[in-house]
């Protein structure tokens, strides 16, 4: 069974930073693409960032370009999503996901992590 | 306000037919065949019912089905059950400057 686990969420202030993590198993991780995904009540779902299975490739949202960095572990089988100058509206559940975004295709996901930002 | 648009509501009875549809553009939904439907209960994450348009991942019962026309993707769920009262949403692939575009989501009512 694929089982992934988020962590890292908290209340942070405006201009802040944070880090992500997610551990996964009952997959061979180090062979797949890998996401986050947001949520909030008011914008709904949102694409965050993807990485191919071998870090070769990383893309983002125009929301988070140059503010957010995405990483993995394959040794740990663990994802990463390093969040930096964070805004009030990156308040969001952040979900990781299993799958291939360039086929919108997001197989597995974990429960999420609420990140908050407010002051 | 979400790239591809979705009713906000949708009902119907126990053992009925209903459509979602989810309408984007030819950027998205009418170019590519990637477009993927979500359920999504109550606090819990989404769970991905219908890829690549039409297909079903295993598990996933064959009362939901997925269509396109042209730039408007549609999910059905036949004989509606008690446990499908959930949000819906749709997202489709949109190319290699938008990459991924979510639909609002719907709010499906068994009644």
């Known amino acids: 069974e694929v089982l992934l686990v988020e962590s890292g969420g908290e209340l942070v202030q405006p201009g802040g930073s944070l880090r992500l993590s997610c551990v996964a198993s009952g997959f061979t991780f180090g062979s797949y693409e890998m996401n986050w995904v947001r949520q909030t009540p008011g914008k709904g779902l949102e694409w965050v960032s993807a990485?191919?299975?071998?870090?070769?490739?990383?893309y983002y949202a125009d929301s988070v370009k140059d503010r957010f960095t995405i990483s993995r572990d394959n040794a740990k089988d663990s994802l990463f999503l390093q969040m930096d100058s964070l805004r009030v509206d990156d308040t969001a559940i952040y979900y990781c996901?299993?799958?291939?975004?360039?086929?919108?295709?997001?197989?597995?996901w974990g429960q999420g992590t609420l990140v908050t930002v407010s002051s | 306000q979400s790239a591809l648009t979705q009713p906000p509501s949708a009902s119907g009875s126990p053992g009925q037919s209903v459509s979602i549809s989810c309408t984007g553009t030819s950027n998205d939904v009418g170019r590519f065949n990637y477009v993927s439907w979500f359920q999504q209960h109550p606090g819990k994450a989404p769970k991905l019912l219908i890829y690549?348009?039409?297909k079903r991942p295993s598990g996933v019962p064959d009362r939901f089905s997925g269509s396109k026309s042209g730039n408007t993707a549609s999910l059905t769920v036949s004989g509606l059950q008690a446990e499908d009262d959930a949000d819906y949403y749709c997202i489709s692939y949109a190319g290699a400057k938008n990459f991924v575009v979510f639909g609002g989501g719907t709010k499906l009512t068994v009644l």
């Open positions: 996901v299993k799958g291939y975004m360039v086929r919108a295709f997001f197989e597995n």
């Open positions: 690549d348009v039409t």
């Open positions: 990485i191919s299975s071998q870090s070769s490739i990383k």
